[in-house]
């Protein structure tokens, strides 16, 4: 069993691993692959591009990060998700995943 965290969970057997950022191409392609998962037709065009770069970097290209952003396009779209990062962690951390955030 695996938890993801920022701290020791000090239980037996626990391992730490230092997860790096990704190259921005492939944290757009871990963004795409999981905004298909909630999102089965998402494609990204053009216009859309600059928004992702956005989100990326701006979640440090942190695969975690990404794919919290990427369930959000239940509710939001890529603009919305990158307008809102500012607030990053509200956004991805905060309230009931399926409701409009206020």
Same mark, same amino acid.
């Given at each position: 069993m695996? *938890?993801p =965290?920022r701290?020791?969970? %000090?239980?037996p057997?626990?391992?730490?691993w230092?997860?790096?950022? /990704?190259?921005?191409?492939?944290a /757009?392609?871990?963004?795409?692959?999981? *905004? /298909? !998962?909630?999102? +089965?037709k998402? !494609?990204? @065009?053009? *216009? @859309?591009?600059?928004s992702? &770069?956005q989100?990326? #970097?701006?979640? @440090?290209?942190l695969?975690?990060? &990404?794919?919290?952003a990427? !369930?959000r396009?239940?509710v939001l =779209?890529?603009?919305?998700i *990158?307008? #809102?990062? @500012?607030d990053?962690?509200?956004?991805?951390?905060d309230? %009931?995943r /399926?409701?409009? +955030?206020?």
């Amino acid at each position: 069993m695996s *938890a993801p =965290s920022r701290e020791l969970l %000090n239980v037996p057997g626990e391992t730490t691993w230092q997860v790096l950022p /990704m190259c921005c191409e492939k944290a /757009m392609q871990l963004f795409i692959e999981h *905004a /298909m !998962a909630v999102r +089965p037709k998402f !494609a990204l @065009d053009k *216009a @859309d591009e600059a928004s992702l &770069i956005q989100i990326c #970097q701006q979640l @440090d290209k942190l695969s975690l990060a &990404i794919e919290l952003a990427a !369930a959000r396009l239940r509710v939001l =779209s890529l603009e919305q998700i *990158a307008a #809102q990062l @500012d607030d990053r962690f509200r956004l991805l951390t905060d309230g %009931n995943r /399926m409701v409009l +955030p206020k």
